[in-house]
């Protein structure tokens, strides 16, 4: 059977093909008001579809959306349903969030009714390599701004992730390392990240900046728990991650991956690695609770 590459919904409105339509005076495409996640369909099932849920309905009020109890859902089960119907079992789903039509300029309009758009896209095929053999990570020279009110959330607003990503043209990495302007480590471009040293398990903290992402809020509450492996969230240097013994970046698409090197345009910073026993050993737990990763 041949399948569309490319499906979309919006407002529960499902249609296939290879671009939507135009939506030019939407508040996420003029301002970026809005949010979004990006979910891993294994199997027929999203795996961690609650956790994506419930971080849509804790961050949404922040940026003055309001959503309706089961608004998200009743636009996203129908879309699997067609997604399934057409012979997709195993994709990435991207729902966005936005603020909706309207406002007078950057005011936002009273009341702010949220469009739903959900997107479907091919899962990446280096996954499962990256997950056994390891990745390759960029120092990022672009820094991340400090921003408390924004800190944590997955917003529609991700130049700083664009300019980061461009640095490197090389698929020789995986994804790169972002730093603040005080050299302290937040995050990878697209996961977040955890070091173990002579001090133990540690991952940044994000109180003043980056993404609290679905999978590393699981890995702190449920994964590293399960194993008695102690773990912290702190400030990290750049510094620390000469002392580091085992690195890897996770994310809810491409699971754990574990950090072979990192490397920079200076050519000043130069860290290689094993895979590491532990790093086995939290994922091996992961793929025991959760289908796909």
Known sequence: MQQTKFYYSINGEISAGEQAESLPQD???NYGHGLFESMALHSAQVPLLQQHLQ???QDAPKLGISLEAGSVEACLEPFIVALLNGGLETAVIKIMVTAGTGG???QSPVPVKPRIICLCVPMPEDIKTQQSEGVRLWHCDYRLPINPALAGIKHLNRLDQVLARNEWQSSEFADGLMFTADNHLIEAVSANIFINTVTGWATPSLDDAGVNGVMRKLLLEQIF???EIPVESRTISDEELNDCTE???CNSIRGLLPVLAVRGSSHEFNLNLAIGAETKMLQSCLRDNYVGF
């Open 104 to 106: 007078r300029g950057y």
């Open 225 to 227: 728990a399960e194993l």
């Open 247 to 249: 690195i890897f970046i």
């Open 55 to 57: 971080r849509l309905y």
């Open 27 to 29: 508040r996420g495409l």
